[in-house]
């Protein structure tokens, strides 16, 4: 009896060491696709792609169930003229829990309209860091792109939890874009395909120079936001810094990628969060964001009167 709970508690030991990090949730959209193209195939592929993101191991680290990171992948399809050749674009989310409370922020939410790969029903998708582009580039430009945004949600969840904590894996999100699969039709992964891509998101936090955004991440989410349950004017002050750190920023390094990345999906937190400011750091808080967060800008103006 006492060998079988000890081989229980082994077990149990291991699962909760080797667990995986991700609970991602994979959709895939084929309205726009040729009823010709037999529908099974989206199902598949929505399948394959689920298991592909929760059943790898992305770090070494160990994740309880309860610490895997909430995210969600919206692939959206249009058909080309190439059999089993699909364009999409992709909508990332993810979230991180902040201290002591259900509430979930938001990490990231971007739409990537750069991805072009091929897929045939039951195809085994694979990714290997060291051999990126595969043997066939429009094959593995899916696999590429997903492990990609993988590593970029743990690189970001854990900066938001200790500075720099998530250098690796910006380091292994750059080693896909330097490795990455290249031929007819692929784009996303050099300087040269646009100013908002792939490239530039993990150059920007991987650049010394923008190294202040580790600060920024870290400060918004450990030293702020997750200190609101112990005391909200002291975390909103703290939140104030982190908007001035990236006043600092833009202003030495305008029109950057990372900055504008930063605020898609927070407006709604932001102003949530500063309405209940005194009035002079509501003040600054809606000078300040309507002028880094354009898209949002008459947002501000208008909640945080």
């Not at 991805?115 to 990126?132: G, H, P, S």
Request: aromatic share 12%; net charge neutral.
């Amino acid at each position: 009896m006492n060998k079988i709970i000890v081989c229980i508690l082994f077990c149990f030991a291991v699962i909760t060491t080797n667990g995986q990090e991700l609970n991602a949730k994979v959709t895939v959209v084929a309205t726009r696709i040729s009823n010709v193209v037999n529908r099974n195939t989206f199902n598949t592929l929505q399948t394959a792609l689920n298991n592909f993101l929760n059943n790898r191991k992305w770090s070494t680290e160990p994740y309880a169930a309860n610490e895997k990171i909430d995210c969600n992948f919206l692939l959206n399809l249009d058909q080309t003229s190439e059999l089993n050749v699909y364009q999409a674009s992709l909508t990332v989310q993810a979230a991180r829990p902040a201290f002591n409370s259900s509430y979930l922020s938001p990490l990231i939410n971007y739409k990537d309209d750069n991805i072009i790969f091929k897929y045939v029903e039951f195809q085994i998708l694979e990714f290997n860091d060291n051999r990126v582009s595969g043997s066939d580039a429009l094959v593995s430009n899916l696999t590429a792109v997903l492990a990609y945004y993988a590593h970029l949600i743990l690189a970001f969840d854990n900066d938001s939890f200790a500075n720099h904590g998530g250098d690796i894996h910006f380091q292994k999100a750059l080693n896909i874009v330097n490795n990455a699969p290249d031929g007819r039709g692929i784009s996303g992964w050099k300087p040269f395909d646009g100013i908002r891509n792939r490239y530039w998101l993990v150059e920007n936090m991987t650049n010394s120079r923008y190294n202040i955004m580790h600060d920024v991440y870290y400060s918004y989410y450990r030293k702020a936001l997750d200190k609101m349950y112990e005391d909200e004017n002291l975390a909103r002050t703290e939140m104030l810094n982190v908007l001035n750190l990236l006043v600092n920023f833009n202003n030495e390094n305008p029109n950057t990628m990372i900055n504008q990345f930063f605020f898609q999906g927070k407006s709604t937190e932001l102003i949530k969060i500063f309405s209940k400011a005194k009035p002079q750091e509501k003040i600054q808080a809606r000078e300040i964001l309507s002028k880094l967060d354009l898209t949002n800008s008459l947002a501000y103006k208008e909640q945080l009167k």
